[in-house]
């Protein structure tokens, strides 16, 4: 396993009492983070929910929000720009965009994890303009175009 990699981190004032994201075990890829409001999120509602934490990512890496998987099969709730992303640069106050696709109104209280952070490495892109591009044997073919879905059942 490599050393972790060391991420500031401002607790707001409304994110008193509260803990800082952890990994719930020593295998997790994604650390659990907690909300710092309460709030009921409608059916098709949508809330930037507060942590109550600010934090200062180390160049070349980004935080990514990804939904609890709990969350999404018990209730529908899940975060719609998935993974969300937490650039290097931001100052502010880490806020998790949740989208209650359920049939009922969803409460969070404070104190309730609502996503998985997962810091991961970034590697900037330059682009090269060129007249054409190297061939494929996919070439051009789009969505669906790799064979489709496969079915357990072939009659149905």
Known sequence: ?????????????????LPLPKYAT?????????????????PGGRHAVATGLALAIPGGFEIQVRPRS??????????PNTPGTIDSDY?????????????????IARGDRV?????????QAAWQEVDSLEETARGSGGFGSTGGHARL???G
């Open 115 to 123: 996503a998985q952070l997962v810091l991961a490495p970034v590697v």
């Open 26 to 42: 020593d295998g997790a890829a994604g650390m659990d983070v907690v909300s710092a409001e309460e709030v009921t999120i409608p």
């Open 91 to 107: 100052r502010g106050e880490l806020k998790v965009i949740l989208i209650n696709h359920g049939s009922e109104p969803f409460a």
């Open 70 to 79: 709990g969350l999404a099969l018990k209730h529908g709730i899940t975060v």
């Open 1 to 17: 396993m490599r050393d972790p990699v060391t991420v500031a981190v401002k607790r707001l004032p409304q994110g008193e009492g």
């Open 153 to 155: 059942n072939p009659e």
